[in-house]
């Protein structure tokens, strides 16, 4: 018998992988007769050199035995002649290398160590056995490059190989696959390797059918050849560098059902005539590339469809028709292209499955057509920023499924019929109807309930008259309130601190009147964290999407900012000194209103606060020394006031410029015109680490609370790019 080498872990984890019990383990090991029937002693040794390997065997030790028959150990299945055929250690918390070691047991046909935190590289004479068919390593730190094979090996019986979810780099093997004539599946999605697309399995393998290349660096063409591959099933490569267009020859590969290439960089016209040769396909995604031309007319005989997502691309002309013959469609998502005409030239009636429509940020004209109130189990509709007029008739209330819908930004007419008929629907979680129904009445009909389930309303950028309706106060899950860019006027309702979920109120740009409420000032969820038993705000799509490319889209979309935003109304009297109370608040904005008397000092208690705007107002006094504690507090602005006194210094103060202070004569600092008395002057100093840390701090914390949140996008990003 050889002496037991060290592990063979190659590369920089190599200090995991010292062996420490080795050269006991051979004097133990010669000692040892297998019994006839049981694992062999030689199979043993390998087993356990890979423990060895091991420096976190996750209590495997306790089972494997040096004395007992390794087919009864924990995860080790022997075949009938007593050989050990599987090796399953899936999600037991193993760390260290993967001894190449175990390519000595000649009958392991499965091994599965996936979801575990093994590093190192994958040893390649894992891959070349003549006996592993299944090999699972997925969900690990595996790292480093995958060498090619050996073109002299024999052919070898590998059918399935996921090493998704490591760190692998480098160029993916090309010719390795060459051997492998009984390959079914390879996923190598969420590394980083690079080079090109390897297409030579398609060539040596009959049976190849599944290729998942998602989330690397693949660069370079789709390669010829793809076609040949006459049983692939579903090739998925978005989230990579590729370039080109979809090659004639892809259109080859009839037995597709998942073509899934987003977020490349891909280009071209789709043709008509190709496109109708994959007829099998349930799940074409081509969103976030550079696509342009049409949607071809042959779509319609995809008869199987049942997700198409070519959002984000520059696709121009007019919906097919035919787009109503797919009548197995789930999902619809064309978002941000040049679409235009009437998009009611499909006839929505034959799409029963139909659960997510997404045509925003088009240019679609015309009325919504009633044909889509057929769709009942939609439950996302999003016609965003289009050139869509008229008015939503009853049958909408047929959507009893529905939970987001978002009509902002088209000519849609008659707010109060509108309201009123969606008051009805359940389910109804977000309604976006903000940039319609310019300069109506904003309905104060108290008949206006319902909207049980209402967590999102956006009505913002309407001109509306009239005033905030107590309607509003019935919708007791209400947790986002955007009227922004209305003329809405009259006082702040004092029911406001009724609405026990409320935390994200924009009433900004307004003519409000009156003094800020101390209501205002009692909010629940601006008081106390402690109101957690609330579902979170709405469930994005892009969850759907999670089971499509793999495509990693999911956004958080909890974590709203708490915001208070009454900027630019005609808010008189004073900032009430409880605003101190409103503990949670991220981010208050009293701009441009009449408020006067000094700044509350309770302000410096808003320990979270990131944004704070006073300015354009009447203020008088001192700005709080206390501000200069909030550590997060990155934009500030007290402008235009009538403040006196020096601008305290330190903390966050040292990164504002003079512009936050601005127009404030009786100001002073060394950075404003105004200098103060030496005495009470403070040489600005340079940024200190702890403010630097603070900074840090800063940026992760405003990424978590404002980088995140689809419907926070929905909401106020339409203010930025319409
Ligand atoms: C490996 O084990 C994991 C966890 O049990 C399982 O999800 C996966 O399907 C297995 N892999 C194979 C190829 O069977
Ligand atoms: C790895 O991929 C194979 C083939 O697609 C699959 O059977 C297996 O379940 C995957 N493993 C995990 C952990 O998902
Ligand atoms: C590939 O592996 C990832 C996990 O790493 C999984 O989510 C995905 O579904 C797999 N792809 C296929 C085609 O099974
Ligand atoms: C991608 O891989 C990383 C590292 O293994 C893992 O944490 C992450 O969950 C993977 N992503 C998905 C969606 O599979
Ligand atoms: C978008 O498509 C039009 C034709 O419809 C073309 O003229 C234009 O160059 C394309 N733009 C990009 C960025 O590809
Ligand atoms: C749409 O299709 C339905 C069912 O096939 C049919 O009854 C209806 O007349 C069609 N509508 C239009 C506008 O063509
Ligand atoms: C409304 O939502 C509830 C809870 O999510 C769900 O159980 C119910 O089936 C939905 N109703 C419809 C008509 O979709
Ligand atoms: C919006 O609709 C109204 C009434 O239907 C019409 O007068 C107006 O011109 C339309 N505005 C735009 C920008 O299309
Ligand atoms: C709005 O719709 C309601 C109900 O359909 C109708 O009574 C009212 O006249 C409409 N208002 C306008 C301005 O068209
Ligand atoms: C304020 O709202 C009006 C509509 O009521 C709009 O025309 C104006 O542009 C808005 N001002 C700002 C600064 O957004
Ligand atoms: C505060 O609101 C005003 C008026 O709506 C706006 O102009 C300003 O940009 C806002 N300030 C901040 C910091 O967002
Ligand atoms: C049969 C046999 O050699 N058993 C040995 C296995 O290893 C332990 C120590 O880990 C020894 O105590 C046994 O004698």
């Known amino acids: 018998m050889k002496p037991i080498p060290h592990s063979s872990c190659s590369n920089k984890n190599r200090k995991f992988c010292i062996n420490f019990f080795g050269p006991v383990l051979v004097l133990l090991l010669l000692t040892l007769i297998s019994p006839v029937g049981s694992c062999t002693e030689k199979e043993r040794s390998s087993l356990l050199r890979f423990l060895t390997g091991l420096s976190q ?91 090619e094979l050996n073109s002299s090996l024999p052919d070898l019986p590998l059918q399935v190989l996921n090493i998704s979810s490591n760190l692998f780099t480098g160029a993916f093997p090309s010719t390795t696959w060459e051997k492998m004539s009984s390959l079914v599946a390879i996923n190598a999605s969420n590394n980083s390797f690079s080079g090109y697309i390897p ?41 990579n560098n590729i370039i080109g267009t979809l090659p004639d020859d892809l259109f080859s590969a009839t037995s597709l059902e998942h073509l899934s290439f987003p977020n490349n960089h891909l280009q071209g016209i789709i043709d008509d005539a190709l496109m109708i040769k994959l007829s099998n396909l349930v799940f074409l995604d081509l969103g976030g590339n550079r696509f342009s031309g049409k949607i071809p007319d042959s779509i319609g005989q995809l008869k199987r469809l049942e997700e198409l997502h070519m959002e984000e691309n520059n696709i121009s002309g007019e919906l097919p028709p035919s787009l109503g013959e797919c009548t197995n469609l789930v999902t619809i998502n064309l978002k941000k292209n040049k ?77 109060t019929n509108t309201l009123h008929i969606l008051k009805s629907l359940r389910n109804l979680s977000v309604l976006l109807l903000g940039g319609n129904f310019m300069h109506e009445d904003m309905p104060e009909d108290e008949t ?33 309130l955007a009227l922004y860019n209305n003329q809405l006027s009259g006082p702040i ?27 205002l000032m009692e909010m629940p969820m601006l008081k106390s964290d402690k109101i957690e ?9 892009f969850t759907v999407y999670v089971g499509a490319c793999l495509c990693f889209q999911y956004r958080a979309a909890s974590a709203f900012p708490k915001m208070l935003n009454l900027g630019n109304n005609k808010l008189s009297g004073v900032i009430p000194m409880e605003i101190g109370q409103l503990k949670e608040l991220l981010s208050l904005n ?129 203010r930025y790019f319409g």
């Open 533 to 541: 038993d609330h579902p979170d705000l709405i469930v994005s799509p």
């Open 590 to 718: 009293l701009s441009f209103n009449n408020l006067n008397e000094e700044i509350p000092q309770s302000i410096s208690n808003l320990k979270n606060l990131m944004v704070l705007d006073l300015s354009s107002n009447h203020l008088t006094g001192p700005i709080p020394s206390g501000l200069v504690n909030l550590h997060f507090l990155s934009e500030f602005n007290v402008s235009y006031n009538d403040l006196e006194g020096p601008v305290p210094t330190g903390g966050q103060f040292s990164t504002f410029l003079s512009s936050s202070f601005a127009g404030n004569p009786k100001l002073c600092s060394p950075m404003l015109e105004h200098h103060c008395n030496l005495a009470v002057a403070d040489p600005a100093s340079p940024i200190s680490t702890q403010q630097y840390i603070d900074k840090v701090v800063f940026t992760i914390a405003f990424v978590v609370f404002f980088g995140v949140g689809v419907l926070y996008d929905q909401i106020t990003m339409p």
């Open 493 to 519: 309702p004092t029911w406001i601190n009724s609405l026990n979920f409320l935390k994200y109120v924009d009433i900004s740009n307004n003519s409000l009147t009156g003094e800020i409420p101390t209501a």
């Open 57 to 147: 065997d996750g209590g495997l030790a306790a089972s494997w035995q040096n004395s007992t028959d390794c087919c009864t150990w924990e995860g080790i299945t022997c075949g009938e002649d007593g050989a050990v055929a599987e090796l399953s250690l899936a999600s037991r918390g193993l760390q260290g290398c993967i001894s190449s070691s175990l390519s000595e047991l000649t009958s392991l046909s499965r091994l599965n160590l996936s979801y575990n935190l093994l590093s190192g590289g994958l040893p390649s004479k894992l891959i070349s056995t003549s006996s592993i068919v299944v090999l699972d390593v997925s969900f690990n730190r595996l790292d480093g490059e995958l060498q």
């Open 339 to 415: 679409l235009k005409g009437e998009f009611a030239k499909v006839n929505f009636s034959n799409l029963p499955n139909l659960k997510i429509l997404d045509l925003s940020s088009n240019y679609f004209i015309g009325t919504i057509p009633e044909s889509i109130y057929s769709c009942r189990n939609l439950t996302w509709l999003r016609l965003s920023t289009n050139k869509l007029h008229g008015e939503l008739t009853k049958k909408i209330e047929n959507l009893k499924s529905i939970t987001f819908i978002s009509l902002s930004y088209n000519n849609f007419t008659n707010i």
């Open 199 to 239: 297409s030579s399995f398609c060539i040596s393998s009959p049976s190849f059918a599944v290729l998942d290349l998602c989330y690397n660096q693949f660069s370079g063409r789709i390669p010829p050849g793809i076609g040949k591959c006459s049983s692939l099933i579903t090739l998925r490569a978005g989230q």
């Open 448 to 480: 206006i309930d319902g909207f049980e389930n209402i967590q999102g309303l956006g009505i913002h950028d309407c001109g509306l008259t009239g005033k905030i309706p107590n309607w509003l106060s019935k919708l007791r899950n209400l947790q986002l």
